[in-house]
């Protein structure tokens, strides 16, 4: 999205918190809770957009895409955002099913026959996508180097059992998600989710977001840098409570900044975690559901198909996250309700995803707001994010 005539031309700051971009006068206290992100709460180098009824009224960018310092973030640089990248997986899911071509309360095994082994015929695509089809990980070891290989991940999942009774509980699907729900959409409509994604949307509406990452884009990429050791967990009930269900939804394989900078990581297709974009293309993703399915003059779905993605499945204590989300929450078909904690925003029904360290997208129907934010210092909590709730904060303030 480009500028719009009204839009304040923010200047270079100093060096090492250098903002640029344009922001709404409207809009100045994310302006503000963005360069206080570098001045107070370590932000190394980072983006933030927010669209309003689909036109953009902040988009800024600052500091470093390396640690080393010596390539300034710009306009376009692009970086892993992890799990943000599920919301847009989701998206292909209600575009099939608000096509009629998926059928969200159909047993996966309708699409995925295999799927059906090991006690799951009975899991339905909803399960898979209110992360509570029982799949949150596999019990047997798993490779980056086979999680690289999507016909061997998906025959592993279609073959495992599940680790709860399916429907019953969500237990967060950190990585599978993406994998069965992915496999899902290429069943009914041929393509893995990725090139789904860039046909019937990104593609169309020119928005800079792609699950990998194209090699001609690798010179964009920013560099992951890694939470502190050993704070992963500093939020409540922490996930130092180490259980069988997290070491199989968190750690088989162990995911990290390592492992997301390589570029055999880049080159796959991992669709729960390895989408690159800008903060603009998140808020664009993440705008077609604020917009009620319309955005970029173009109706992708009906706001029925909003509203079904937003139905809330069932609040609970999270059985992978255990208390770590610091309360019970509920899990929509795809995204996280904001809920009465407002994990986005106050308004009880908006919903987004968060990314593992701190990256996320926000989309509120109701206020026609929608909010992306990526960086490249990973954070050490496991939701919520001091730098995206301080931007959030302010969105609302200046609404």
Not at 43 to 64: I, K, P, Q, S
């Amino acid at each position: 999205m480009s500028a719009t005539h009204d839009a304040q031309q923010i200047p270079p700051t100093a060096e090492a918190t250098r903002v640029d971009g344009h922001c709404d006068p409207r809009f100045t206290a994310v302006r503000e809770a963005f360069e206080e992100n570098f001045r107070e709460r370590g932000e190394m180098g980072a983006a933030v957009a927010v669209t309003v009824a689909g036109r953009t009224v902040v988009d800024l960018w600052g500091g470093w895409a390396d640690p080393a310092r010596t390539r300034p973030w710009e306009r376009d640089t692009l970086v892993n955002v992890w799990s943000t990248t599920k919301g847009p997986v989701a998206l292909c899911a209600h575009l099939l099913a608000d096509r009629g071509l998926l059928d969200l309360d159909a047993p996966v095994a309708r699409y995925w026959p295999e799927f059906a082994a090991a006690g799951k015929e009975k899991v339905l695509v909803r399960h898979l996508l209110s992360h509570r089809s029982g799949v949150c990980g596999l019990r047997e070891p798993h490779s980056l180097e086979d999680l690289y290989d999507w016909g061997l991940t998906t025959a592993r999942l279609a073959a495992t059992e599940p680790w709860w009774e399916p429907g019953t509980r969500s237990g967060y699907h950190a990585v599978t998600y993406g994998f069965l729900v992915g496999e899902v959409v290429r069943r009914v409509s041929g393509l893995k989710p990725g090139a789904f994604l860039e046909r019937e949307v990104t593609g169309p509406l020119g928005i800079d977001f792609s699950v990998g990452l194209p090699a001609r884009d690798h010179g964009r990429a920013a560099e992951l840098v890694h939470a502190p050791a050993g704070a992963i967990g500093e939020q409540g009930a922490s996930l130092r409570e180490v259980t069988p269900l997290l070491i199989a939804a968190m750690a088989n394989p162990p995911l990290g900044a390592a492992q997301a900078n390589t570029p055999e990581w880049r080159a796959a297709e991992v669709p729960a975690a390895n989408g690159h974009g800008t903060a603009r293309a998140v808020a664009q993703l993440y705008g077609v559901f604020a917009g009620r399915g319309l955005f970029g003059g173009r109706r992708l779905l009906t706001p029925e198909a909003v509203e079904r993605a937003r139905e809330g499945q069932g609040r609970c204590v999270d059985l992978v996250l255990g208390a770590g989300l610091g309360s019970e929450s509920e899990i929509g078909l795809g995204l996280w309700l904001s809920g009465p904690q407002g994990a986005y925003g106050p308004n009880p029904r908006a919903f987004g995803h968060d990314g593992f360290g701190g990256s996320f997208g926000l989309a509120d129907p109701e206020a026609g707001v929608s909010v992306g934010y990526v960086m490249n210092r990973m954070g050490s909590r496991i939701a919520d994010d001091p730098r995206k709730r301080a931007l959030v904060e302010a969105v609302y303030r200046a609404l």
